[in-house]
């Protein structure tokens, strides 16, 4: 999730600040994830609480016994995602398997724990089909999904990060798309084939509207609905119930060469035709430092809350995931959900770093991260679907990793506040139907946000 440009932004997989033309990452793009290790690392012992790993269930049904019945026509409709089974909302937290070989049933047991049923987890392309096309390497992705299966858990999977034989580009590793979409589409359609019914749903890239996502070159819309399409395809072909995601947006306030508004460009996906090629709309939705019932528009009048920017700082805030939801009902996308696919607060009140405006209490992580459930259920229903915490801890992380500080746990997997009182809280979803009944009203608390000084930063990004 990448936030304000003007002097830093960000978290993506973990979190990725700017500053100026300078860019360090955390758990994001400048320190990638490193390849897995070989499978035939050692695996801890299973904790008590999951049981032992079976073999992964074979995909394809039980010969018959008899002649099967004449063919039937296949229906014309795409059939219903599983998320029909989601509860509005549902909960979900982004944890660090990949060469995790430790500590994977560890922290997989600290989401049993805390009663969720959704994990998110970060596939790097270039890691799985590194070298050639059509040569992959599944052991990693393989030990991940089957120990998530075997929790009993569901499974978010981010992709992004292409290969580098993808790319004509020589400023490769640089995260953008591939010269040739068809590429990524080929490598959805294995990836789905592959994890039928294992893997829930994917999310599509990562926070698109920024630069440093997007190859270094400004923000499209239009090509990452090229790439949504592409992807929607490949999915629905080799797992037809599969939910596909798009990709979470940073909320920034920055624009230009370097960002998009997050509204202005969901609103301009639309206009490029985006809606038949998600499922859900995936947004970033972290708190900063207003407590998650405060609305956009009293952020906006703070200037405490909004870091001096007026207007365009009602972005910071959890509740900003109502001005995309106003954006999909402005354009008859009411029926389908939201996915807060990051959202949490940080207690980084390091003397350097950049977070440190907006930094919270240990205790007040805690119950902000609550009580923006306990608002989802009472205010957000029907339409919104999983909402991701960030983070159980990397065990890699220390304290002078920024993303250590918005975590649930430590990286030896203990708990901190906000960890006790999630798995403490009353999960108040609801199951609800994907489609409003005929003649509801959405429930949208928010209005769209317009393309005025609301969405053009107070002043430039700053530059060293």
Known sequence: MTFRLTRRSAIGAGLTIIVGPALAACGGASVPTPPAKAATAPTATAPSALPTAAPSPTMLPPTPTAAPPPPTARPTDTPRPRDGSMTSPDHSVHVFLWGGFETTKRDLNLVRELGFSWVKQRFEWRYVEPHVKGKTEWNEPDRIVDAVSTAGLKLIARIDNQPRWTRSDPAWPIDGPPDKLSDFGDFLRAMAERYRERIHAYQIWNEPNLAREWGNKPPNPAQYVEMLKVAHAAIKAADPA????????????????????????????????????????????????????????????????????????????????????????????????????????????????????????????????????????????????????????????????????????????SPRPAFTALAKMTKAGAVTPLTLPAGATPIVTAKPASRSASLTPTRAPAKR
């Open 242 to 413: 599969a939910t596909v995601i798009s990709a979470g947006l940073s909320p920034t306030t920055a624009s230009g060469a370097i960002a998009m508004p997050d509204v202005e460009f969901a609103t301009k996906m639309y206009q490029a035709g985006a809606k038949p090629y998600f499922d859900l709309l995936g947004v970033h939705a972290a708190g900063f430092k207003a407590p998650p019932e405060m609305s956009p528009e009293d952020i906006a009048k703070d200037p405490k809350l909004n870091h001096g920017e007026g207007a365009a700082g009602r972005v910071y805030g959890f509740r900003h995931a109502e001005d995309l939801r106003a954006v999909m009902a402005a354009n008859g996308d009411a029926a389908k959900r939201v996915a807060v696919l990051e959202f949490g607060w940080t207690s980084d009140d390091r003397p350097n770093s950049p977070y440190r405006w907006h930094a919270v209490t240990e205790e007040e992580k805690a119950q902000y991260l609550t009580r923006a459930f306990d608002y989802a259920a009472k205010n957000w229903r029907p339409w919104i679907g999983p909402m991701t915490v960030i983070y159980i801890a990397d065990p890699a992380w220390t304290r002078d990793h920024e993303q250590y500080h918005w975590s649930i746990t430590g990286p030896d997997g």
